[in-house]
């Protein structure tokens, strides 16, 4: 071969060396441009949405995004996207990938799940990865995603991601507000919570499930049961009952007042109300116990027949409401009105210091006794327990101690404790459902002398009530306002 036949085959074979990783850079820069989603499609980011998105023709130059769930229908007539009732796991069941709302999808079921179902985190499918028949993704409607940053996200509702939160028992860890824009973060029982919203850009909600319990570990049932309308009425301080409904105040500044019921009321009432609006119900309909300034010349410091509390007030000094017989009866009425519940409340928290100041010098003359109680329940019936999925070894083992641990804090936001105390609590009940949720317990006692009250056993009455009172304990208080903060949709990463 002569010197320019060797010299043009040097040139070809550099210009292949060169020209192929630059082709394919412009290739996969033409890709990119044409499909801004390339890298989003598969179950790394979509998890197991990866398998629900609708194929592309190959003749295709324009791809179209990918698709997501919905997550806006949301009110107290219709529930949760059609639910009324949906079961929260401690960590996802399902794969999920790198967006935020697949792990989310894997928290919340619309129904129970079963002991034998896996629960640890998988990223990416397996083949061999079991799921629910059926999940919560199944039942929303699909929409193509939205990319903002370098994330594939979907739309939720401000009322969607309010009643999440209530749902998973959140409290908020901060919330931050400035010439930067809205951060706040919230942690609840299956997952934290973070929405940013700066200035002059879309508000974006990011959802981080647990990774703190242990794979094969976990001794809890699988799942916990919630009811949306119930937490949304306790975010929103309202109790309904059998004709019967009261909303109440937020809390008040240092001093002395009177606490007065208003008839039909509570559209009056400055923040919550908008709350419940939002989600279908009329506020107009619901009466209001409101605190208003004493009066020097009223008589009630001196009346035997008004009730004297203490409540945390608006500033570091307590306040002191003075509550006549009448008020008295609505206080209590609304105490047997009360939901049952599994997990702690995210309440409002003007409820949460009356009630409880009303409320709570019963459950700690009766402390200790609803202590033993409870554990002497969970040592005596442990087969119940491992029938709603409680692991064996920590039913024979820990639980009762940690059930009568639990009770004697006194204060706290374990939700762990709330778990184990109100199933130790079921297992002695033997009335009806509808005494379940409203009986005639704390009004049975308006007007008597409950100082001197003690039951030396407690019955399972008692027992249901109290625990009630130690769910109230153990709820946190979440800004049912906080509506006014975020736009109507929000992108969920």
């Not at 290739?27 to 197991?48: C, E, I, K, N, V």
């Not at 939205?146 to 739309?155: F, S």
């Not at 009866?329 to 997990?343: E, G, M, N, R, V």
């Not at 002695?428 to 001197?452: C, M, P, T, Y």
């Amino acid at each position: 071969m002569d010197d320019s036949g060797l010299a043009t085959s040097w040139l070809v074979a550099v210009a292949i060396v060169v020209g192929i990783p630059v082709f394919s850079h412009l290739a996969d820069a033409l890709l990119t441009r044409l499909d801004p989603f390339l890298t989003m499609r598969g179950a790394q980011h979509l998890g197991a949405w990866s398998k629900k998105q609708l194929s592309q023709p190959w003749y295709a130059l324009l791809y179209s995004p990918p698709v997501g769930p919905l997550i806006t229908n949301c009110n107290l007539d219709n529930g949760f996207c059609g639910l009324e009732t949906l079961y929260l796991s401690r960590k996802p069941v399902a794969e999920y990938g790198k967006a935020s709302w697949t792990a989310m999808l894997g928290v919340f079921h619309p129904g129970p799940l079963s002991s034998t179902l896996p629960t640890q985190r998988v990223h990416i499918v397996d083949g061999t990865t079991k799921s629910p028949t059926v999940s919560l993704g199944d039942l929303l409607p699909a929409q193509s995603l939205i990319m903002h940053g370098a994330a594939a996200c979907t739309v939720i509702s401000r009322t969607a991601l309010i009643t999440l939160l209530a749902l998973s028992n959140a409290r908020e860890l901060y919330y931050r507000t400035g010439s930067a824009g809205l951060r706040a973060a919230y942690a609840g029982y299956n997952g934290s919570w973070y929405v940013e919203w700066p200035i002059g850009g879309l508000a974006v909600v990011h959802f981080s499930p647990h990774d703190r319990h242990t794979v094969g570990m976990d001794v809890f049932p699988p799942s916990t049961e919630r009811h949306v309308g119930p937490c949304m009425m306790m975010l929103s301080g309202v109790v309904y009952g059998d004709d019967f409904i009261v909303g109440f105040s937020g809390p008040v500044l240092p001093g002395d007042w009177e606490l007065e019921w208003r008839p039909k009321g509570y559209g009056s009432s400055p923040g919550s109300r908008h709350l419940l609006n939002m989600m279908g119900d009329e506020a107009y309909e619901i009466d209001m116990l409101l605190p208003k300034v004493s009066s020097a010349g009223t008589g009630m410091r001196t009346n035997p027949e008004v009730m004297k509390i203490q409540v945390p007030s608006l500033k570091r000094a307590d306040a002191t409401i003075y509550i006549r017989l009448k008020e008295q009866l609505i206080i209590a009425h609304a105490l047997d009105c009360l939901p049952w519940t599994q997990l702690a409340w995210s309440i409002h928290r003007g409820m949460k210091e009356l009630l409880l100041a009303y409320a709570q010098p019963m459950l700690n003359k009766h402390r200790y006794l609803l202590a033993s109680t409870l554990q002497r329940a969970v040592e005596e019936h442990p087969h119940e327990l491992e029938m709603l999925g409680w692991s064996p070894s920590f039913v024979r083992g820990s639980m009762a101690q940690m059930t009568r641990s639990s009770i004697l804090a006194q204060s706290g936001h374990n939700a762990d404790h709330v778990r184990v105390v109100t199933d130790a609590a079921s297992l002695l009940w033997n009335g009806s459902d509808a005494e379940s949720i409203e009986n005639k317990f704390w009004r049975s006692q308006v007007g008597h002398n409950n100082n001197n009250f003690l039951e030396v056993s407690l019955r399972p009455l008692t027992v249901r009530n109290l625990t009630k009172v130690f769910v109230l304990e153990r709820s946190s208080d979440l800004d049912c306002q906080m509506y006014e903060e975020l736009p109507l949709e929000l992108l969920m990463r």
